[in-house]
């Protein structure tokens, strides 16, 4: 697995910065013959658009998908698909006064150690705006996905700050999740975590947040058993996106407090299948699906970009004073990342796939 | 990075299951000219072996490195390095009655679901037997990394079941974590964990635990900015041990709690060079190391193997009643799991490192 | 490497049709600081483009080098780089009556039996229009590789049909392998060339030739010892460009007549340095540069498309004839395979040279 | 693809140098339940001993196979296969002289160049003995192969120095080419090629030549059109095998001498299947398989080692001459190098064919 490049036989490539031509993603590996339509990938792209609602960034994105290869009469070719959104002008003045300034938390310290240089522009190959990429992959790989099974993936916010939702699993429709602009299921919760979010921005603040996603219908014997569990490929995947801090797969940390008599999960026969009664496993055993609903939950970290006044440093080594004077920020992730975290899991699902049907579904 | 190598540049393969005539590894990449000892890689092992001490299996693992390629006159060639440690002749009648039962939260079923067989005496490859050559790969990494930097790692269990340490960073040594059986630097805690993994060893259960680890003195710029942010394939390589249920990097879970006014790490000047003022980004920013302390912590589910009696199915898919009769396993498996963290972790350091040195280092 | 991806540091994947939007590279993998320079590149397009002579297809190509990511300020970022030319508007229709047919020695029966599918209009991605791709990945090769070590790397046509050019290898320059339209630096070889090139064009049929590369001053330790052995690395990237058909190494079959004795390069010592009397080992011993010139040849088999009726069948399995009526194609494809064989190769070394540097540059 | 692995799908890593304790290979993604055997592997292993016959090395090898890892009761597991063979006890001793001696054309001045130290007993990782891993990986890939279709591959010498064999395609059979030692189906030629050998052999010298392949009954849509083209990973893995010095599929370099419609292979109609009427291709358009015999020849040197005193330098940059005192060599490589070929072209084909279904046959 290479730098920008993601999956073994599903291998998604993503390149651009966020002031650069555009960004975008190549996915070599791509079965022909899947239709393929802009306005399906727009369409998604939306739900990660910034200026979706009063809770997010104010900026204007309108994503206009272009598909420069690899599709040819609305279907794929099995040669590498390429999809872009170009990035709309921006003005470099406007990042001109960021130019030789470390803003803490983000990565312009990190990428001038690394590179000696970095695109100032507004945070480079840094931005979040790569993740556009990814989430035009994903619906590619969901697309894929259903011809193979009945999948069905729900994600959603579960805590924005201190406000944990409480979630009945069994409840939860994509309907409900964007039914408000958290994506919170649960009506109560979401209203309190759209209420702090706006509190928040209102300070010029940001706070921080935890994503849920359940997977069904997903076949079993998914994962590799040792380096690439699936478990160990989903944290990939999910600790690759921006602002990440923790991923946790079934029953995570509240796992390390159980004793082995509660956590495991008993095999039964439920209507007429291997089943098991409880799934603090969350779906994954030894690395390997076991046909049960796949459950994990990835921690955001406040956005680092604030409007108040941080100490920092410069790159001629002086502390400073830094004041954003952007007005527009994302006082929370979490709306916003969960098409992002959804296109991961989907790309990282649909690759072990085809890894599964190479070595065992040969004869 | 496929299914049983890790890495990309120091790479690698384990191969051997629980029963089999031997389990081992291959460090395809490794520099030439580094001293290899198969004693101090068994002295490593000796960490990770059952029959440690009381609160660990009591089977006797006396394993004997074999250098079975890659070195010549005590050092290595820069051709692969194969490292193993011979199986003892296990009878594979003890496991007989195991034969065609699924174990709850084993991964007997999922290999059959897989792979349509597997090997049923004592886990096979799914065994944590297959960690030993973790281990002796990751003597081999920690050599390497000491000539490149002054790296200091200290890896330790901070909560078994409901007893969580509290840990002052500053004043964790190797000595502290050694000193007693759990490998918890904090005295009090580390006795509260051993009587608490007495009593659910007394009642035939498991308890599981967190592990976290602290890496010092390495270098900036290690990591890739996009999927292979260091941060995610730290998730990754430590989410492919057995037993593992989450991962978190700096504030982890905490951090999403958070204001980002709080969370964000404040660059300062200390001692001429550029430090951060606190460190929830937990020494990664943007995916690549800043040259702070890296601090990560890692959730271990209760052990699969209890002495209970337990529901379960057959292969023939009736529901049947497990008893395991085997008397010796872990009833927590984080003590052990310490130096298989601290591998996974130096593997990782190495391996970036190298992937730097290639893009950045040449000219 | 994956199928559309070459190289594992510095990693090229190619996109595009010939007639889709456009033909494009990423490389992941470049060294930031790199001046990048689209006229510098557009210069090196036309060395490959059609419409430069007599003796090419006179299908006019204007290639205009974009950007869309990876630099900034005119230097390379190390973030991926993504070079692309868009294609002209091609009308579809003129290819309308190719549509169902399979063109005798070309791709279309074997990419239906592949995908499925294919783009019928004028080769899709089996046309030579993806080497431009590959030409402007191999302008980057060359510009990093100079900063590396003292490269002088010459291409030249030294055969076409029956008639081979008797060449002194240190008479070459760059300046008389571009002196003339077939680009052979022997004077008389290449009037003789032309004339059968041009012979061959009015009979509507085409002829192959055979190129030769030299590569002086690369430093010794490329290559790795087993599987990736420079010679075979360069022959898989050399044989991946369409129409070849051989490839050779130093002596090459030639070797195969000779006697140790005579084949074996004796080491001398050569003003203060190791070198060897003769060079038929071409440059790699063990699969190893061993610092003497590299030298190597390609064949290339004439072009399928000629202007003759040929046998054929089409998709609904009839035997059918086929006129093709476009009046435009390359009546031998050496002449502009020259610079896409110096990439193959160029972005080869580099590869190399960067995975030499991460195992053996550490300390 | 890393140094010491080829394949991605069907990985195989060899590891091994000719004296240190074993030479072996790990297969990982090699599918379960194939039967496995060592008497199988060790048959296939006496093709490519020493000792074999007159014309080859005296020195007597008796490869006897370990199965270390990834089968239990008689079959492949899934898990990685690693397989072994142990070296003979050597005595070092012998090899003393050669220590700081670079030998003519042979790996020991570049592997020094590369890593700064080689294995001097007797060629180290750069001996043929680590052929000895890829023909068991070979017979494995072979079993998986005759499990998907009814391949039949036939490898035969068709050259030695400048001895030809004439070949009559059809009537080509395994038993003809190990009818003789040689390995060459056209009896008069092994005659004289035999004769040829022994009186290099008698001189203390050696000398090349050419074997040939052809596979058939392999199913169309094998390969991957840019990069990975089935012609070029057939190159890799020949130009892999030490002493190889040119590849050609189908016409070769003689194809360079053709014109188009003499090459261009119609397609006919042949009992109900779409057939070539020629097959310059060799089975291979556009990268892809076409179902026709894919044919392919590959050059190899004569051996480096000779009994002769060469001219050559030592380690200190002197110019010494060096008599080689062993008297054992393989006067001429070809006999023992079919089963070689033979295991690169199956492990190439097998690869292939899992990328493949990966990709196509999902649905």
Chains 1, 2, 3, 4 share one sequence.
């Not at 997977?215 to 040792?226: A, C, D, Q, R, T």
């Not at 956590?263 to 690395?287: A, L, V």
Request: hydrophobic letters at 35%; a neutral charge; one cysteine or more.
């Amino acid at each position: 697995m290479t730098a920008n490049t993601i999956g073994q036989n599903f291998r998604v490539t993503t390149f651009g910065e966020s002031h650069g031509g555009a960004v975008g993603c190549i996915i070599d590996g791509c079965p022909a013959g899947i239709l393929i339509d802009s306005a399906e990938i727009e369409k998604e792209l939306k739900r990660r658009a910034t200026g979706q609602s009063k809770i997010t960034s104010q900026r204007k994105e309108v994503d206009k998908v272009e598909i420069l290869s690899g599709a040819f009469e609305g279907r794929t070719l099995g040669t590498p698909l390429t999809l872009l959104v170009k990035n709309k002008d921006a003005k470099s003045s406007d990042y001109e006064y960021l130019k030789d300034k470390y803003r803490p938390s983000h990565a312009d310290f990190t990428y001038n150690q690394k590179y000696g240089r970095r695109a100032w522009t507004g945070g480079g190959r840094a931005s979040a705006r790569e993740t556009t990429a990814r989430v035009m992959a994903g619906v590619i790989a969901k697309k894929i996905l259903k011809n193979i099974c009945d999948i069905e993936i729900l994600t959603y916010v579960i805590q924005v700050g201190e406000e944990r939702a409480n979630i009945e699993l069994d409840e939860i429709t994509y309907e409900k999740i964007e039914s408000n602009i958290i994506r919170c299921p649960e009506e109560e919760s979401s209203r309190k975590m759209i209420k702090l979010i706006e509190e928040v921005k209102r300070e010029g603040d940001s706070v921080g947040g935890v994503i849920e996603c359940v997977i069904k219908n997903i076949p079993s014997g998914l994962g590799e058993p040792v380096f690439d569990k699936l478990s160990a490929d989903l944290a990939h995947a999910c600790m690759s996106i921006p602002a990440t801090k923790g991923f946790e797969i079934g029953s995570g940390f509240e796992g390390a407090k159980m004793k082995g008599s509660e956590h495991n999960d008993s095999f039964c026969i439920s209507r007429g299948n291997i089943s098991t009664k409880t799934n603090y496993s969350g779906g994954i055993q030894g690395g390997i699906s076991n046909g049960q609903n796949i459950i994990l939950r990835i921690a955001f970290k406040p956005t680092s970009t604030i409007l108040k006044t941080q100490e920092t440093v410069n790159e001629s080594g002086e502390e400073i004073l830094l004041d954003n004077v952007r007005g527009r920020h994302d006082p929370c992730v979490v709306p916003r990342a969960v098409p992002i975290v959804e296109s991961m899991i989907l790309i990282t699902l649909i690759d072990h796939h085809m890894r599964n049907v190479a070595q065992n579904n040969l004869f």
